[in-house]
T-cell receptor, first 117, second 114 residues
């Protein structure tokens, strides 16, 4: 089985720009969640998608948005980039419906490193 | 939001057991306790998870306090490859908008000495 793949691995943007990060979930997984990891800190939950709908969100402003596609792949979009958005963005997939989402194991990708200048 | 607290760093000698503690005093009844570890330049990797009972797998054991306000990850014989940042997280299994929400702390950096 294939794992979680993310693209691009690294990118540089300037303040005010928009960015789209992509994630292919592990084969058979139907749920995707996104995390922001600043240098030296633990990952922070952004949101989760199940069956193409957002069904859980952390403390992130609306300029962080996402999509999940019928093949369960996902995108994270960030508008009006700020310097503090510089971080490693991690995607994780898991299997199960909403009821079991807390129990199900997360499989993480290697992340996309975003630098905002 | 329920939070986890872990020591910033711990050291162990190779082939000795390691006990990594985690406090989660505000845990809710619908939170599962998960442990992940992260090597440099990689995403976190699953180690073990549980709800109320102690759990064992090929990688580690998880001991959960009776009141669920703390847990301990046990690596029975540390190897150099176990050197990583270990995260204890809570994952909400409820049907609310918190579904799947995972709260990470800053983790424990484990150093294994040969």
């Amino acid at each position: 089985e294939t794992g979680v793949t993310q693209s691009p691995t690294h990118l540089i943007k300037t303040r005010g720009q928009q960015v789209t990060l992509r994630c292919s979930s592990q084969s058979g997984h139907n749920t995707v969640s996104w995390y922001q990891q600043a240098l030296g800190q633990g990952p922070q939950f952004i949101f989760q998608y199940y069956r193409e709908e957002e069904n859980g969100r952390g403390n992130f402003p609306p300029r962080f948005s996402g999509l999940q596609f019928p093949n369960y792949s996902s995108e994270l979009n960030v508008n009006a980039l700020e310097l503090d958005d510089s971080a490693l963005y991690l995607c994780a997939s898991s299997l199960g419906g909403v009821l079991l989402s807390g129990a199900n194991v997360l499989t993480f990708g290697a992340g996309s490193r975003l630098t905002v200048l | 939001d329920a939070k986890t607290t872990q020591p910033n760093s711990m050291e162990s000698n190779e082939e000795e057991p390691v006990h990594l503690p985690c406090n989660h005093s505000t845990i809710s009844g619908t939170d599962y306790i998960h442990w992940y570890r992260q090597l440099p330049s990689q995403g976190p990797e699953y180690v073990i998870h549980g709800l109320t009972s102690n759990v064992n797998n090929r990688m580690a054991s998880l001991a959960i306090a009776e009141d669920r306000k703390s847990s301990t990850l046990i690596l029975h014989r540390a190897t150099l490859r176990d050197a990583a940042v270990y995260y204890c997280i809570l994952r909400d299994v409820s049907l609310t908008t918190n579904a799947g929400k995972s709260t990470f702390g800053d983790g424990t950096t484990l150093t294994v000495k040969p």
